[in-house]
């Protein structure tokens, strides 16, 4: 199985950018596609964004498309969320997730496709 953790979260303004990384280890990398999600207070847990196994194809919910970039480093086992132009409304726990090895579904917006999760980082945007 992989082990996955978050970090970078934080407080910032909105319009202000933030970059959360989440760090891989007990698997190879790159055998595993990459999710971000986020869950605010009140809500369902919500997919923000995809990548897959080589970092070649990326996928965005509607609400953050043109503001927030997935990335990877598949040498440096990490994976990147980097946000910009932040909103109050984006603020939430962010977790970032794993589906099965070499699954294909690195672009399913539900939760229940992904069975490794970080514990989430939190991530505040004051108005």
């Known amino acids: 199985q992989v082990q996955l953790v978050e970090s970078g979260g934080g407080v910032v303004q909105a319009g202000g950018s933030q970059r959360l990384s989440c760090a891989a280890s007990g698997r190879i990398f790159s055998n595993f596609a990459l999710g971000w999600f986020r869950q605010a207070p009140g809500k369902e847990r919500e997919f923000v964004a995809g990548?897959?196994?080589?970092?070649?194809?990326?996928y965005y919910a509607d609400s953050v498309t043109g503001r927030f970039t997935v990335s990877r480093d598949n040498v440096k086992n990490t994976g990147y969320l980097q946000m910009n132009s932040l909103k109050p409304e984006d603020t939430a726990v962010y977790y970032c997730a794993a589906p099965r090895e070499y699954s294909s579904l690195w672009s399913s917006p539900r939760p229940k496709d992904y069975i490794y999760w970080g514990q989430g980082t939190q991530v505040t945007v004051s108005s």
């Open positions: 990548i897959n196994r080589s970092g070649g194809s990326t």
